[in-house]
């Protein structure tokens, strides 16, 4: 081999790629995008799971938001106060308090419920509601198609023994994800320390909801005349506890006489666990 | 050049040769950038203006400066330097204009460098096309048909992974198993095209 080969092809590519270079480092300079380290450190504190819980497209967006818009620091639900304090301290502001949020589905009964027909298909709520309005004949109860439990970053959606979908609080970092993915609006954002739950949705009036599920809330109102702090209110046939006003006393766990809330303090029940043995409200 | 030529050269490049589908090229941002339609078509797009300006360039290089000193041993590590710059190009051009498409994409968008459908496409030009007349012409036009044919392929595919997001899978299929399946059986519909005659 010549030593003419080697200079020029050593010099045929030495000058590509100075021609290159040259070009690429032209155009970086009409490109360049100027961004704040600031983004790239709070993007690393953030979890980075993209849950959207913050209202932000992802743990990306947020941290942007954070720099550059003087986003609030305690939107992060899953980083909890930790995360937020790491922020705090790296944008020299003072750490808001988070109180923690997890996600409760306000219904028992779907595996109960009556059924409207048999469905068989993909077994998806979202795509089971459209279907008829929903495999079960109660309108407002659970489809079991879980969605939910499918949306859950950190698996703390589980199935009880009647295939009732739930949320393990203890798992629950509060992202609500599943909370947007419900077709009928089950679940809601609670508190971690309010553990009592009306767990039913239904707007029926007493005598439907008997008819299509045992375990529905019938609009008896004694939870509402049991409630010593005035927590608990009627809408349209349904008790809905104001989680502002309740004190978590549990007294009206015991008067509610189709077994619907919950006190999830002493004893997880998982929901609709109980109604085994209750023979007389079966259908 | 004849519109039939065009013709023929879409036909070939985007279904009866496709990239992905029957020269299995590019395979890895195929299965990594398809979950969702919008970062596919970015994707798509991306290699299409890679893929044409590569063609276009490294065409003239080879016909003009790497026959006529009689370096074409070097066409790998030239072809290379060329795809790279130009990768480089679309990044900083991204990441400028297209933020959110830039952060989707990731990884994948320095992979186009080492992609090597467009490589492939490169090197597929210079043996065709490399004494015939309108060479710059076809090359550059392959190398657009290629790119709208792994678009075609990305989009395919990112439809159909959207719809799986539904479906029952059984355990042991889920993910990247059931990808590779669907990506076989689109194959085979594609294998159809090579009967096809023009």
């Given at each position: 081999m010549s030593i003419d080969a080697i200079i020029y092809s050593t010099g045929a590519l030495l000058l590509l790629g100075i021609g290159f270079g040259i070009a690429l480092s032209i155009s970086s300079k009409f490109l360049r995008v100027e961004e704040d380290p600031r983004i790239k450190k709070i993007s690393d504190i953030l979890?980075?799971?993209?849950?959207?819980a913050c209202g932000f497209a992802g743990c990306f967006s947020y941290a942007e938001a954070i720099v550059?818009?003087?986003?609030?620091?305690?939107?992060c639900m899953p980083g909890g106060e930790k995360t937020s304090k790491k922020i705090a301290d790296l944008m020299g502001m003072a750490p808001d308090s988070i109180e923690k949020k997890v996600a409760v589905i306000?219904?028992?009964?779907g595996g109960i419920g009556r059924k409207k027909y048999d469905y068989s298909g993909v077994k998806d709520c979202r795509i089971i509601n459209m279907v008829a309005g929903?495999?079960?004949?109660?309108?407002?109860?659970?489809?079991?198609?879980?969605a939910c439990l499918k949306s859950c970053p950190v698996h703390a959606i589980e199935k009880n023994e009647n295939r009732m979908p739930y949320v393990i609080s203890d798992k629950?970092?509060?992202?609500g994800r599943c909370v947007n993915t419900c077709p009928r609006n089950l679940i809601e954002l609670v508190?971690?320390?309010?553990?009592?739950?009306?767990l039913c949705s239904s707007h029926d009036r007493g005598a439907d909801v008997i008819k299509v599920c045992?375990?529905?809330?019938?609009?008896?109102?004694k939870c509402v005349q049991a409630c010593p702090f005035n927590a608990i209110r009627m809408e349209n046939n349904l008790a809905v506890i104001d989680y502002s006003k309740c004190?978590?006393?549990?007294?009206?766990v015991e008067v509610c006489p189709v077994k619907v809330i919950y006190d999830w303090r002493k004893n997880f029940i998982m929901p609709g666990k109980q109604r085994k043995s209750d023979k007389k409200n079966e259908l | 050049m004849t519109l039939g030529q065009i013709i023929a050269l879409f036909m070939g490049s985007v279904f009866v040769q496709n990239f992905i589908f029957s020269?299995?090229?590019?395979?890895c941002p195929y299965v990594g950038v398809?979950?969702?339609t919008p970062s596919a078509m970015g994707m798509g797009f991306a290699v299409v203006f890679v893929m044409t300006t590569a063609s276009a360039v490294t065409w003239i290089l080879y016909r003009y400066i790497l026959i006529p000193f009689d370096l074409t041993y070097l066409k790998i590590v030239a072809f290379i330097l060329v795809i790279a710059s130009f990768v480089q190009f679309v990044e900083m051009f991204l990441k400028k204009t297209f933020p959110a498409l830039h952060r989707s994409l990731g990884i994948y968008l320095p992979l186009i460098t080492t992609n090597c459908a467009v490589l492939g496409v490169a090197f597929l030009n210079i043996t065709q096309f490399?004494?015939?007349?309108y060479g710059f012409a076809k090359s550059t036009l392959q190398g657009f048909f290629a790119g709208i044919g792994f678009m075609l392929a990305m989009l395919i595919m990112s439809g159909i992974r959207e719809k799986l997001e539904y479906a029952e899978i059984p355990e042991s299929m889920k993910g990247l198993a059931i990808v590779f399946v669907t990506a076989g059986l689109i194959s085979i519909a594609f294998l159809g095209f090579s009967g096809f005659k023009l």
């Open positions: 979890p980075n799971i993209n849950c959207g550059t818009k003087k986003e609030k620091i305690n939107l306000h219904c028992c009964g929903g495999s079960v004949e109660c309108a407002y109860g659970c489809l079991m198609g879980y629950c970092i509060g992202c508190e971690y320390v309010k553990k009592v739950h009306i045992s375990v529905g809330c019938i609009g008896c109102g004190k978590v006393c549990g007294k009206c | 020269r299995f090229l590019g395979l398809s979950k969702d490399e004494s015939e007349s």
